[in-house]
Nanobody, 124 residues
C-alpha cells in the first residue's frame, strides 16, 4: 500500500500562485508515476499533470500547460504542483494519485492510490 497526503489548498485571487504538495509513504518503491487530478462540483475528475517517478518526464493537460509545473523530490517522496497565473476555472478539489504500472497517465482508472484531496478556490 501507498499512502498519499496532500497539502497546500486554500483560497486565492485570480492571477495568484499556489503550491500543492503530496507526501507519499509506504511501499513507494512500487510507484512508477504520480499525478494530480482535480474535480469541480458537478464535473468528472480530470487529469491535471503527471510525472514519471524514475525519469522525471512530465505531462500536462492542455488547460494548465504553461501555468502549472509538476515536480518531485525523490529523497522526500513528495510531488509538488506549482500553479501560477491561476484562473477561476482552476477552482476544484485537487487529488494526488500514484500508479504502479507503466502504461497510461491521464485516466483516473489507471491509478492505484489516491489522497483525500485538498480544496483550491480561485476568486476573480
Amino acid at each position: 500500500q501507498v499512502q498519499l497526503v496532500e497539502s497546500g489548498g486554500t483560497s486565492v485571487q485570480a492571477g495568484d500562485s499556489l503550491k500543492l504538495s503530496c507526501a507519499a509513504s509506504g511501499r513507494t518503491f512500487e510507484v512508477n508515476a504520480m499525478g494530480w487530478f482535480r474535480q469541480a462540483p458537478g464535473k468528472e475528475r480530470e487529469f491535471v499533470a503527471a510525472i514519471r517517478w524514475t525519469g522525471g518526464q512530465t505531462y500536462y493537460a492542455d488547460a494548465v500547460k504553461g501555468r502549472f509545473t509538476i515536480s518531485r523530490d525523490k529523497a522526500k517522496s513528495t510531488v509538488n504542483l506549482q500553479m501560477d497565473n491561476m484562473k477561476g476555472e482552476d477552482t476544484a478539489v485537487y487529488y494526488c494519485a500514484a500508479k504502479r504500472m507503466v502504461p497510461g497517465l491521464a485516466l483516473p482508472s489507471e491509478y492505484d492510490y489516491w489522497g483525500q484531496g485538498t480544496q483550491v478556490t480561485v476568486s476573480s
